[in-house]
């Protein structure tokens, strides 16, 4: 059998309609340690996570981004926020990279325990930084990149292989 993280990754797929049960803390802060676990420039880890589970924050989220209307029917949700002015060089230039590879693994620990989610933007729209801003009083120095709704998953994803051989330029051996 395919080494077991490898099938992980190969079958994570974007998950957009749950069933609506709530997502418990433990679960969420096993998600949490996944999205803290990556990798940052020079270790400056430039991040802040945001755990949704009350259900009118949810809804208020889902009213206001066109994109993320799963979360009606999610079970949780984390809002990963990028802190430019962590330190006074490298987040300010590398806080989407790291809070990107924070929010993949977020996804990758999502599937693995089971659950579905999807990365919805927020970051680089003026207006959904603004409304997400506000519904969740984030600070003018934390820019909110993404929701990622999480849920228990309605029905099983279908796994698309997406490797392609012409995205490899091999300069090899
Ligand atoms: C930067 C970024 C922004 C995205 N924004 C949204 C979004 O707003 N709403 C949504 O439903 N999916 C969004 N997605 C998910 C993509 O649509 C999805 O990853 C892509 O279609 C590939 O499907 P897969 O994740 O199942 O492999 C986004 C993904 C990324 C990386």
């Known amino acids: 059998m395919e080494n077991e993280t490898l099938q992980t990754i190969y079958s994570r797929r974007s998950v957009r309609s749950f069933t609506g049960e709530l997502i418990s803390r433990d679960a969420l802060i096993k998600i949490l340690r996944a999205g803290m676990s990556a990798p940052s420039a020079v270790?400056?880890?430039?991040?802040?996570?945001?755990?949704?589970?009350?259900?009118?924050?949810?809804?208020?989220?889902?009213?206001k981004l066109p994109y993320a209307k799963m979360l009606g029917k999610a079970g949780a949700a984390i809002i990963v926020c990028g802190i430019p002015d962590k330190?006074?060089?490298?987040?300010?230039?590398?806080?989407?990279?790291?809070?990107s590879a924070a929010t993949e693994n977020i996804l990758l620990a999502c599937h693995a325990l089971?659950?579905?989610?999807?990365?919805?933007?927020?970051?680089?729209?003026?207006?959904?930084?603004?409304?997400?801003?506000?519904i969740l009083n984030i600070p003018p120095n934390i820019?909110?990149?993404?929701?990622?709704?999480?849920?228990?998953?309605?029905?099983?994803?279908?796994?698309?292989?997406?490797?392609?051989?012409?995205?490899?330029?091999?300069?090899?051996?």
């Open 114 to 134: 089971g659950f579905g989610a999807v990365w919805t933007a927020v970051y680089v729209d003026e207006e959904r930084i603004k409304d997400v801003r506000e």
């Open 143 to 173: 820019i909110p990149l993404n929701v990622v709704p999480i849920g228990i998953p309605k029905d099983k994803g279908k796994v698309v292989d997406k490797f392609k051989e012409e995205n490899i330029h091999w300069e090899a051996w």
């Open 43 to 63: 270790n400056v880890q430039p991040w802040s996570f945001i755990a949704v589970t009350k259900r009118e924050v949810l809804d208020a989220l889902c009213e």
């Open 87 to 99: 330190d006074e060089v490298f987040s300010r230039d590398y806080w989407v990279m790291d809070c």
